[in-house]
């Protein structure tokens, strides 16, 4: 490219101050997503966050498989966080509902699939996947991972890459429903690590589990051992999160 072809282009053009202040107000539209998030979330101790597809039907086995699950956390105590909308994040919120513990949904704004289910006692809502996503870890004692599909996928690649990197502290990190995931998990044994993007011990970042009781019990074991709670360090961590 040329100089006077690079002064022309587009691209390199200084932003207008129209674009500019239609940037800059984008900024507080974001800012009020995390304050309302922050200010609504901040009591829920202790949460776990459940992912899943909202594709699922709700005669799906595995609808029926998430929504027990839910149940049984929200009666030991955890409020369950899902997506808010149909599918696996449906029968998270409809188990946690009929549990003693709230049911909470946050609702991203989609322009197909994504609508919110009626089993919600807190509701937010967000324009923006990372603003939602930030909520999701933030309060999480725990994740459970349904099958699912990129929006899941997602979802567990931030966690993993938060813990891994010591970004956010170790929380249990559960994959419901084996057939589902094996392949996954062996594609990171046998080329992840052998390509050394990975280490051997990431692997233990995660659990594979296909009973309710199981995960529950999980959940609870991890922190019966970690009864001296989370080290100077590791809240300094996750208050930067």
């Given amino acids: 490219m040329d100089d006077k072809t690079r002064t022309q282009h587009p691209v390199l053009q200084p932003i207008s101050d129209k674009e500019l202040a239609r940037e800059s107000w984008k900024i507080f539209q974001i800012m009020g997503e995390f304050v309302d998030g922050f200010e609504r979330l901040a009591h829920l101790r202790p949460s776990v966050s459940i ?8 005669d799906d086995p595995l609808y029926h498989l998430t929504e027990t699950i839910a149940h049984k956390l929200s009666d030991a105590g955890f409020a369950v966080v899902s997506g808010g909308g149909p599918g696996l994040m449906e029968a998270a919120n409809k188990g946690a509902k009929r549990g003693k513990s709230p049911s909470i949904g946050l609702n991203i704004q989609l322009p197909h ?12 809502y967000f324009r923006h996947f990372f603003s939602r996503k930030v909520m999701f870890v ?10 699912g599909g990129f929006g899941t996928l997602d979802e567990l690649a931030e966690i993993l890459t938060l813990v891994q990197t010591g970004k956010t502290r170790k929380i249990p990190i559960v994959l419901v429903h084996t057939p589902f995931w ?13 390509q050394g993007t990975i280490s051997a011990d990431d692997l233990d970042l995660f659990v594979l ?20 709670g989370p080290s ?5 961590k996750f208050m930067e999160l």
């Fill in 51 to 58: 992912f899943g597809s909202a594709r699922t039907s709700p």
């Fill in 113 to 124: 699939e994504q609508h919110s289910n009626q089993y919600q006692d807190i509701s937010l």
């Fill in 138 to 147: 933030k309060h999480a004692s725990a994740y459970v991972v349904m099958p």
């Fill in 182 to 194: 094996e392949g996954l998990v062996g594609w990171f044994k046998h080329t992840l690590i052998k």
């Fill in 209 to 228: 589990l296909d009973d309710a009781d199981a995960i529950v019990d999980h959940i609870f074991g991890y922190y019966e051992r970690a009864v001296s």
């Fill in 232 to 236: 100077a360090e590791e809240r300094a």
